[in-house]
């Protein structure tokens, strides 16, 4: 059995040749629709199964499309690892889409938002560092009160 340290290993070797693959080898119309990164693989302990995760950019439809062309074009992407790779045995690819990055976009278009919000209204972000060292929103009373006890 494999150790982590080559699961690893293994799995950056993935990330990087399906990439490579991704940009240039992939000849699929639908995979070229929104712009595609591998973020991360996850390959498991026996190297029998990977999951590639892949981040696209563009509307719905085309990423829908992408993905389309990403599980067509799952044949061609082992054969070429097993040629690249040189493993015993070529893991099972399976594409994910990865929207972590999406959702981080709009939990801070959220915060921007909501600091735009409390502008307009005249509020403002008073902060103030308590005796345990950690950074808590000022209350009224509490923001003039820290000053005046030390």
Sequence with gaps: MPNNR???RVASLIKREISQMVMLDIKDDRVGAGMVSVTDVDVSGDLQHAKVFVSIYGTPEAKAET???LHA???FVRSEL???LRLRRTPEIIFKEDVGMERGTNVLNLIN???QERAEKG???EFFEDDAGTT???TPDESTLGDEEE
């Design 6 to 8: 080559r699961v690893e």
């Design 73 to 75: 074009a799952t044949g």
């Design 67 to 69: 993905m389309e062309g």
């Design 123 to 125: 509020l403002t972000d």
């Design 136 to 138: 808590k929103a000022a």
């Design 113 to 115: 938002q909501l600091s």
């Design 82 to 84: 097993g040629q690249r």
